[in-house]
Every structure is written in structure tokens, then in C-alpha cells.
């Protein structure tokens, strides 16, 4: 006992929260992110084999319902980056070279997440990069925030086109002609 108030700890709560999210029925789960995305013009087009995978991967990593409406970088080209997050893994020497090669290894992969996670591997030994080095610069890239579901599966679930194209914007504008 406690001569203070009660309190509530929010992290607590949040974690929590998520657990239950992470333990239910998937069509429940769809239907509450659907639910909470209700008005969104990009997750309305988007088909619904496509949110019932991204709902799959990022079930167990959501706390919040709230929490979904981040993941507008699944169905849209029109998401924005995170500064911070660009300065610090897209605007740092060589991160446009290793980028590059990821590129240019993921375009003659098959783009399964076993593929992808080889030509990150491989990118990061050609550049001289410690293994991970790489995974940071291509979320950023592809996603545009520095936290979220893993880069391998990402891809793969984005697919070739998105995926290439969205690397591609970000070595041609964002990290420009950086070695």
C-alpha cells in the first residue's frame, strides 16, 4: 500500500494492447484495421488480398489501432519520409553506392524474402559494409520511416516494380550522387 495516487503506466498498457492484437482471429483483426482506415482514399483502393497480407505481417507488430494508419506506405506512392531518418541512413557517405548495387542484384533476383535478404547480404559485402549496414538505408528508402516490419519482407510483399522503382527514387533524388 501506497500513501500516493494510483497510476497507470501507459507502456504497460500499451504492450498490452498489442498482445491482445497479436492473439486475434485474423478476420477480426481486418476488420478493425479496416474499420479504423475507414475514409483513407489509399486504403479504400486498396484490393483486398493485398491488406489481408499486410495485415498478416504487421498483426503482430501493431499495438494500436491506431498504429494502422502508418502503413499507408503498403498502398500508396504518396507517403512521406521522415527526416530524421533520411539524414541519418540516406544522406550518410555510401549509402547511395550500396543502394545502387542492392538494385541492381535485386533486379535479377526473384524477389522472394530469402532473395532479397541475399542481395542485401551481397550489396553489403561488395560496398565493404558490415552485415545490416544496408537494411536501415533500404526501409528508408522503400518506406520512408526508420521502424517497421522487416526490409526482406517488405519487399517481397511491395513486390519487384514498387520496390525497385522506390529504391531507384531514392538513390536518383535523395541521395543524390553521393559515392
Request: proline share 3%; charged share 25%; net charge positive.
Amino acid at each position: 500500500v501506497k500513501n500516493g495516487p494510483a497510476q497507470v503506466d501507459m507502456k504497460k498498457l500499451t504492450h498490452l494492447n498489442g498482445l491482445y492484437l497479436a492473439e486475434l482471429p485474423a478476420d477480426d483483426f481486418i476488420r478493425g484495421a479496416r474499420a479504423r482506415l475507414a475514409g483513407q482514399d489509399w486504403a479504400a483502393a486498396a484490393d483486398d488480398a493485398h491488406f489481408r497480407r499486410v495485415c498478416a505481417m504487421m498483426q503482430s507488430r501493431t499495438k494500436l489501432y491506431t498504429h494502422v494508419m502508418d502503413w499507408k506506405y503498403f498502398f500508396s506512392e504518396d507517403f512521406s519520409f521522415d527526416e530524421k531518418a533520411v539524414q541519418k541512413e540516406l544522406k550518410k557517405p555510401g549509402s547511395g553506392a550500396a543502394l545502387a548495387a542492392l538494385i541492381g542484384r535485386l533486379e535479377s533476383s526473384d524477389f522472394s524474402a530469402p532473395a532479397v535478404e541475399q542481395a542485401l547480404r551481397q550489396s553489403e559485402k561488395d560496398a565493404g559494409l558490415a552485415e545490416g549496414k544496408v537494411n536501415q538505408p533500404a526501409r528508408v528508402a522503400v518506406t520512408g520511416v526508420a521502424a517497421g516490419a522487416g526490409i526482406y519482407e517488405t519487399l517481397a510483399l511491395l513486390g519487384r516494380e514498387t520496390g525497385l522503382r522506390r529504391l531507384k527514387k531514392a538513390v536518383d533524388g535523395i541521395c543524390g550522387a553521393q559515392p
